[in-house]
């Protein structure tokens, strides 16, 4: 399957919270297995973005990026060309990956019981991607 960066670094935020509930063994397994193949591209985006940030941002005294504090006083870097920068970065999050997720059945996900953490409508959402 074919995900866009920017889905990756979201799908990883959101099968981190699942991964904290009581789910099914092979539910809980297949976010487990996903989240480690998640974070291997989530790795390599960090990476690009580092690289992105080493040509844009100024640097201090020290060759390291400089930061401000942004208007909700956040520390951020502080950029040569801003626009420069946010247009590669967009690039950057629109890059597409293949991405074969360790699949579920819908059987599997509703396997639920008083034993398991009820899922939400959105957190069943989330999985979408993961039932075969």
């Not at 956040?74 to 597409?96: F, G, M, T």
């Amino acid at each position: 399957m074919k995900m866009k960066n920017i889905e990756v670094i979201n799908t990883l935020q959101t099968l981190a919270a699942l991964a904290e509930k009581r789910l099914p063994v092979k539910v809980s397994y297949a976010v487990a297995r996903n989240i480690s193949e998640l974070q291997k591209i989530s790795a390599d985006i960090e990476k690009e973005r580092q690289k992105l940030i080493q040509e844009y941002a100024v640097l201090g005294d020290d060759g390291k990026p400089r930061t401000k504090k942004n208007e909700d006083g956040q520390d951020a870097y502080e950029l040569r060309d801003e626009a420069a920068y946010k247009e590669e970065y967009v690039q950057l999050l629109e890059a597409e990956n293949d991405f074969e997720p360790h699949y579920i059945s819908e059987a599997e996900l509703e396997s639920q019981s008083d034993r398991y953490d009820v899922l939400t409508v959105a957190e069943m959402m989330s999985l979408a991607f993961m039932i075969q």
